[in-house]
């Protein structure tokens, strides 16, 4: 009959410490990172602009995320008010051109195409 020793604790074999799982806390900041990108994506993105146009008074642009636009006024600095239109384009006219008669082609530019 043998009979077996238990090895001393000395000359046993440490056990690896288990490390503190970082993927879950990883998984967070990158949630919190990624809310945080479309936060301000939205921000920067919805809106309008106001800018110069060398055919008109001015150029209100949408952006992509500013929705649609309900109502816009415009005075001029004694406070009348501007007559404004809303497009989608240009209209291309001959040179010469004084009228164009109901039913005629004429060329159109749209503002999206203008802009690629």
């Known amino acids: 009959m043998a009979l077996g020793y238990a090895p001393s604790p000395a000359a046993r074999k440490p056990q690896p410490q288990q490390r503190p799982r970082r993927w879950p806390l990883l998984i967070v900041f990158g949630l919190i990172a990624a809310t945080g990108l479309a936060a301000a994506a939205v921000f920067e993105l919805s809106g309008l602009t106001l800018t110069r146009d060398a055919a008109a008074l001015a150029r209100v642009e949408i952006q992509p995320l500013g929705g649609n636009l309900q109502a816009i006024r415009a005075t001029d600095p004694?406070?009348?008010h501007i007559a404004l239109t809303e497009t989608d384009g240009l209209v291309?006219?001959?040179?010469?051109?004084?009228?164009?008669?109901?039913?005629?082609?004429?060329?159109?530019?749209?503002?999206?195409?203008?802009?690629?």
């Open 78 to 80: 004694e406070g009348r």
């Open 92 to 116: 291309e006219l001959l040179e010469g051109t004084t009228a164009v008669t109901p039913g005629a082609t004429v060329g159109f530019l749209s503002y999206a195409a203008l802009a690629a």
